[in-house]
């Protein structure tokens, strides 16, 4: 049980393009999901925390108008990248809660 | 804010020793701690969760302990094997907001 499921695994976009990462929760509803970003060798940061419903609340430093954050069930988060720029390129992972905290397995941004 | 931190950041050892990860962490009022596996360009897969109320779980040849007084805890993997090698990561969730990650600790297992 508790399975999140990711989609895309990886995406190569264009300069400028909009890419939009969507996180489902298979068997569980979840209120709060969260969006993570994760660069070479280094460890997950939060970006984002998505809760149904409401606006998501953002890291500082973290573009709530580049990294558009919707949650619009309880098992459904989508991430949109907009215009995005190679300094965009990096893993974002997915997160939902119900009792514990459940991954996606990663979705690879490379932007071209 | 909780800080985490991992030692070592990478570790090498010959199939077949015992090792110890170790985590630390700045605020001891920690809803859970979670230890998760990550191999190169994977996802997380968790290995082993602690709530606050426990001291340490088990799960075959893991073990991970949790002392909350003193900000620690720590992953005993026992007779290691090369497919233990990965990055292993130590999260802790303080009340309801997310997950704070150590960097990690860079694990090779030689054969």
């Known amino acids: 049980g508790a399975v999140v499921s990711q989609h895309p695994s990886w995406v190569i976009c264009k300069s400028g393009t909009s890419v939009k990462i969507e996180c489902r929760s298979l068997?569980?509803?979840?209120?709060?999901m969260f969006w993570y970003r994760q660069f070479p060798k280094q460890s997950l940061m939060l970006m984002a925390t998505s809760n149904e419903g409401s606006k998501a609340t953002y890291e500082q430093g973290v573009e709530k108008d580049k990294f558009l954050i919707n949650h619009a069930s309880l098992t459904l988060s989508t991430l949109t990248v907009t215009s995005a720029h190679p300094e965009d390129s990096s893993f974002y992972i997915c997160?939902?809660?119900?009792?514990?905290?459940?991954f996606g397995n990663g979705t690879r941004l490379t932007v071209t | 804010k909780q800080e985490v931190t991992q030692i070592p950041a990478a570790l090498s050892v010959p199939e077949g020793e015992n090792l110890v990860l170790n985590c630390s962490f700045t605020?001891?009022?920690?809803?859970?701690l979670q230890w998760f596996r990550q191999d190169p360009g994977k996802g997380l897969t968790s290995l082993l969760l602690?709530?606050?109320?426990?001291r340490e779980q088990t799960s075959g040849r893991l073990n991970a302990s949790l002392d909350k007084s003193s900000g620690r805890s720590t992953l005993y993997i026992a007779a290691s094997q090369p497919g233990d090698s990965a990055t292993y990561l130590c999260?802790?969730?303080?009340?309801?907001?997310?997950?704070?990650f150590g960097a990690g600790t860079r694990l090779t297992v030689k054969p």
């Open positions: 605020d001891s009022a920690i809803y859970n």
């Open positions: 999260a802790v969730r303080v009340g309801n907001n997310d997950m704070r």
């Open positions: 068997d569980f509803q979840a209120t709060t």
């Open positions: 997160s939902a809660r119900d009792r514990g905290d459940h």
């Open positions: 602690i709530q606050s109320s426990q």
